[in-house]
């Protein structure tokens, strides 16, 4: 693996987390950074979820996409990744990308040129997107770091995973404040979901059951400016 | 009052048949003149809307002309086709429907009559429904959803074709909300199947009876007007106001101090209906009566979040007589007729001069006898409106509010139902909809975006057209595309948009709800409030005091609370904005002090002291006092225009403060004042005209920086997810939907983030921010008062906080502090963290 020593500070508004020993940035926007790897990770996409309703009858207003690859485009503009790994579920559906509308493709690729591209499959989009570039592939090690759509029932240290959309919510005088955040325990990760209309599940539900280390475990909650740092002590269900 | 002469002309017109005339004259009655004039115009073919108070008998009139056409009517052979609804009846409420079945049942098999009279609502089974598609009965009871969704259907023309009659009830209540936009779409729908269509209005006093005439008829012509009677009088109701023994409260709700005095009065009479205006003072009301209930009384409690089971028990005691006192909330407002009422007792300032006279109605439901009320302020300013409430009473006074133009989401749900019915032409489509009132002054291209809309979605970017829902034809004609889309149709059906709310579910204490899950169901609260608690805090709701033990996917559990006291207060804030009409009512009588001798000595004292220490507002003035507090500076206005226009005005003046450089902190808004506190010095700015008085107020605030504030408000998102759903957008939750869970559900906020950044022109968003600034901004109200209040500015600059403002400063602490400022509690949050872990 080559070991790219670029910019190590985290920009205004990143914390900067270890993850079983690598040194990692949780951007505000929802994504995480490898300084040391030059590797981006963005999870849950969800690219023409719009599109997906839509064939349904709901005819929810088809900028998703468009929206959604512009703040990933920020995204690596700031950091210029030579690695990008998308968690999987990056499609809402299996024929998402052929759906596309052209002007998004060439934004995508636009993206993805210059730069190592994985597309990690998830269960919504569990084949390669059709007539893109970029590798699909079921999981990735990279390191120290196993890269997943889902987490594994079993703890596994420095497992980074999407898939479940965590959000967290706290009450400070007597207002609820809830947000999409990171979830972690020192030892794994699971990722926010980055697509313009996914929502979230609080970390607290059961769907998260056994994941984490309950002593450990800290929301790194999005906010406008910066990333909140709460400890599960602080945080509520629903 | 009716004239004599004309009645006595048209008497001499008018049909009343035999059974009917016998059936009069052996109950000992006469028909009433306002019953017989009805009788005459609708004999005559016109329609009519009927004004007239409780207890006139109303439903009679309303249905007298059916009745005498369906008693002249030949029987029907057997072998002759069946024939289909002769009379549609629409209510507001389902109870409403199932009461008139009972109350018109009787009349009719007392005069022998061969009709049929059913109910349908969202509570008739399938089979009976789909019975009466195929038997329809003579006389049908039915809501403004049923309506819609009878419309919809594909053979909806043939099923209305026998109809003579569309009798509405209430309909003051249904055409001020979108319910009646749907509802006038409806009927313009009902007049293209039967051309000669007679409507009958029934309503309580308004103040613009001709806006509900035009309302009645097709407005092609333009400025049709059905038929107008109006029965006035009644016994004039005797209203006093509680001089109460005790001191009365500077601020709050809770009228606590009077509970001692309204028992009295309860035990004084036979049975007594209390009004409050929101769920949280029934609830502390009820508590506080049964603390003081030494005779245990049977007193109930009824409102619209508790068990529909619960709340039906309370109904059939009421009928019967067995309850000695109810704690309401507006869920009893409408006409529906309760037992022996003989005192209405109202807690809280009524808000508004016609509410005040509906429900004080409920007593005595006879014209002729008084109806006997009290009001109850709950604090001193309350006090001043409910003196003005009652002299607007006495004079008559109305202040419904005025009629608005139809909502476009409204529209968009109607357009879709008629192709789910049959395919339609544009031109003939746009035609019909502007004979309805509410959308004569549509324009063709907001017509043509709405079908647009409906079809693809109407966005700029055109990507769905493969995914279209409904279709224009070569034949010019627009059809659905697929039957899965009328499905969809009828399950969203409808303007009522239900809060997320949570059944809450008694438990075991500290079983977190996870082993036992066979408690009683106590009823629903909203979601939004839930999520404030945690796990041992206390409240009060079906009143109870509960401690709140978790939630469990869409139940909250609770237990009961070992004490009686709660401690988590539900704040409802007043539901209905202080009116325009009672707002004026309370400045001119703040402006003459004659007029103070009315007032409980307390209170007038009260002014007196305020005219001492600062200034006592003119009628037509803006006072404004500033002062400093702690290490503090307020600023508190006084414009009497109602909690929303209020928070409008807090929200604006603060953003152009901040600019100013005084460093504003925090708002809070009351139906009467505004108090804004600051850093700097905002008396002595002002004073230096750094910004002057003027140019803080000036109109000017309702352009940019209302529509900067509004593009990222939680107010417009709020209602942009009505929007979302009324037009069909997307679609309701329905229940056992809930446990999907929110990954799978696009919120609507994120819609709304995204549609705004792309196509902020998009017809919704457009529907969207008229529906605000009528509704949650009050931005018209907020204009008039801002160009009233010009070079009318009275600055008081004081040493210390002035008796007028202790209400409004009392209430800092107790109300939500509104502001978008989340990320600010996060912070804090995050701050206790590094804080407790030591890494700061």
């Avoid at chain 2, 009052?1 to 000992?28: D, S, Y």
């Avoid at chain 2, 594909?154 to 009659?165: N, Q, S, V």
């Avoid at chain 2, 035009?214 to 333009?222: G, H």
């Avoid at chain 2, 004490?563 to 009512?585: C, M, N, R």
Wanted: glycine letters at 8%.
């Amino acid at each position: 693996m080559t070991r790219v020593l670029a910019t190590t500070l985290p920009l205004a508004g990143a914390d900067s987390i270890g993850i079983a020993g690598e040194r990692a940035i949780c951007d505000r926007r929802g994504v995480l950074y490898f300084p040391e790897l030059r590797l981006l990770t963005v999870s849950d996409l969800h690219l023409e979820k719009g599109s997906s309703l839509a064939r349904r009858g709901t005819l929810i207003p088809p900028y998703d996409t468009g929206a959604t690859l512009l703040r990933l485009q920020a995204v690596i503009a700031d950091y210029q990744p030579a690695i990008v790994i998308s968690l999987g579920d990056s499609f809402h559906d299996g024929g998402g990308a052929a759906r596309m509308h052209s002007s998004f493709r060439e934004r995508l690729e636009g993206l993805m040129a210059g730069r190592d591209w994985f597309w990690v499959a998830g269960n919504h989009d569990p084949d390669a997107p059709a007539d893109l570039p970029g590798e699909t592939v079921r999981e990735l090690a990279i390191g120290a770091l196993v890269f997943r759509h889902e987490p594994s029932a079993v703890r596994v240290e420095g497992e980074i995973s999407g898939h479940l959309h965590p959000c967290a919510r706290i009450v400070q005088q007597g207002r609820s404040v809830r947000r999409r955040c990171f979830a972690g325990d020192g030892g794994r990760m699971i990722m926010p979901a980055f697509g313009a209309y996914t929502g979230s599940l609080n970390v607290l539900d059961r769907a998260y059951a056994g994941l984490f280390r309950r002593e450990t475990l800290m929301a790194y909650m999005l906010g406008a400016e910066r990333i909140f740092a709460i400890s599960r002590s602080m945080l509520r269900p629903g | 009052m009716t004239e004599q002469p004309r009645l006595a002309e048209q008497n001499a017109a008018v049909h009343l048949p035999e059974p009917f005339l016998k059936w009069f004259a052996e109950k000992g009655w006469s028909p009433r003149a306002h019953q017989i004039e009805l009788l005459a115009i609708a004999q005559a073919g016109q329609s009519v809307l009927l004004i007239a108070p409780t207890g006139a008998g109303k439903t009679l009139a309303g249905f007298l002309p059916s009745l005498t056409e369906l008693a002249g009517r030949p029987r029907r052979r057997p072998g002759q086709a069946r024939r289909g609804i002769h009379t549609l009846y629409i209510s507001p409420l389902k109870a409403l429907a199932v009461d008139i079945e009972r109350n018109l049942g009787k009349p009719v098999e007392e005069i022998g009559l061969p009709v049929t009279i059913e109910t349908r609502t969202g509570d008739t089974p399938a089979h009976k429904r789909q019975r009466q598609k195929l038997t329809p009965p003579d006389i049908l009871l039915t809501t403004p959803e049923q309506l819609a969704l009878l419309i919809a259907a594909p053979d909806a023309g043939r099923f209305f074709e026998d109809l003579h009659y569309v009798v509405l009830d209430e309909l003051h209540s249904l055409v001020t909300s979108k319910r009646g936009h749907l509802l006038s779409l409806g009927l313009a729908r009902l007049r293209s199947f039967v051309p000669g269509l007679q409507t009958i209005g029934l309503s309580a006093t308004v103040a613009e009876p001709d806006e509900l005439r035009r309302w009645l008829v097709s407005q092609n012509p333009p400025g049709g007007m059905a038929e107008l009677i109006v029965v006035t009088g009644g016994a004039k109701p005797e209203i006093s106001i509680l001089d109460s023994e005790e001191r009365v409260p500077w601020a709050g709700h809770s009228a606590r101090y009077a509970t001692p005095e309204i028992y009295g009065e309860i035990k004084r009479h036979k049975t007594t209906l209390l009004f409050v205006n929101t769920r949280s003072q029934a609830e502390l009301l009820f508590q506080e009566l049964w603390r003081v209930n030494e005779d245990t009384l049977p007193i109930a409690l009824h409102h619209g979040s508790l068990d529909v089971a619960q709340r039906r028990r309370v109904e059939k005691a009421m009928g019967e007589n067995t309850l000695r006192a109810i704690v309401a909330t507006s869920t009893l407002d409408l006409g529906i007729d309760w037992g022996d009422v003989d005192l209405v007792v109202h807690v809280g300032a009524p808000k508004g001069a016609s509410r005040l006279a509906q429900r004080i109605g409920r007593a005595n439901h006879r014209m002729d006898e008084p109806s006997k009320a009290i009001l109850i302020p709950a604090n001193r300013f309350e006090v001043l409106e409910c003196r003005a409430a009652l002299d607007a009473n006495y004079l008559g006074a109305q202040d419904t509010p005025p009629l608005v133009n139809g909502g476009l989401d409204v529209l968009a749900q109607h357009v879709l139902g008629c192709a789910c019915g049959a395919p339609f032409l544009a031109d003939t489509l746009f035609e019909e909809v502007r004979t309805a009132a509410p959308y004569t002054s549509l324009d063709r291209p907001t017509f043509d975006r709405v079908i647009d809309f409906v079809a693809t979605g109407g966005y700029a970017l055109k990507n769905y057209e493969r995914y279209a829902r409904i279709r224009l034809n070569k034949d010019g004609l627009w059809r659905v595309s697929n039957p899965r889309i009328a499905q969809q149709y009828r399950l969203n059906v409808g303007t009522i948009i239900e809060v997320p709310a949570l059944n809450v579910r008694y438990v075991q204490a500290g079983s977190k709800g996870s082993a036992s899950r066979g408690g009683r169901v106590l009823g629903k609260i909203e979601e939004a409030f839930l999520e404030t608690l945690t796990h041992g805090d206390t409240f009060m709701f079906a009143g109870k005091v509960l401690r709140f033990e978790g939630i469990r996917e869409n139940e909250c559990f609770v237990s009961n609370a070992p004490g009686s006291d709660a401690k988590v207060p539900y704040y409802g804030g007043g539901k209905f904005p202080l009116s325009t009409y009672l707002a004026e009512q309370v400045r001119i009588m703040l402006d003459d002090p004659q007029r103070w001798k009315k007032l409980p000595e307390q209170v007038a004292d009260w002014l007196r002291f305020q005219a001492d220490k600062s200034v006592l507002p003119k009628r037509d003035d803006l006072l404004i006092e500033t002062f400093p507090r702690g290490n503090r500076h307020y600023l508190v206005a006084y414009p009497f225009e109602g909690r929303l226009a209020h928070q409008t005005l807090g929200m604006l003046l603060t953003r152009r403060l901040d600019r100013a450089g005084a460093r504003p902190l925090g708002f809070v808004a009351t139906d009467y004042a505004l108090a804004i506190w600051s850093l700097a010095d905002m008396g002595r700015m002002f004073r230096a005209k750094k910004p002057s008085l003027a140019a803080l107020f000036d109109q000017d605030m309702l352009g940019d920086d209302l529509e900067a504030w509004l593009a990222g408000s939680w107010l417009l998102k709020r209602t942009f997810r009505n929007c979302a759903l009324i037009s069909g957008l997307i679609e309701k939750r329905h229940p056992g939907q809930e446990k999907s869970g929110r990954q799978v559900i696009v919120s609507t906020d994120l819609i709304y983030d995204v549609l705004r950044s792309h196509e902020p022109d998009h017809i919704l968003l457009q529907a969207t921010r008229a529906d605000a600034a009528t509704g949650l901004l009050d931005v018209s109200r907020l204009a008039e008062m801002l160009s009233r209040i010009q070079g009318r500015i009275v600055h008081k600059h004081l040493e210390q906080i002035s008796p007028l403002a202790v209400p409004i400063m009392l209430e800092i602490g107790k109300m939500p502090v509104h502001g978008e400022a989340d990320d600010t509690l996060l912070m804090d949050a995050a701050t206790l963290v590094e804080e407790a872990m030591g890494t700061q």
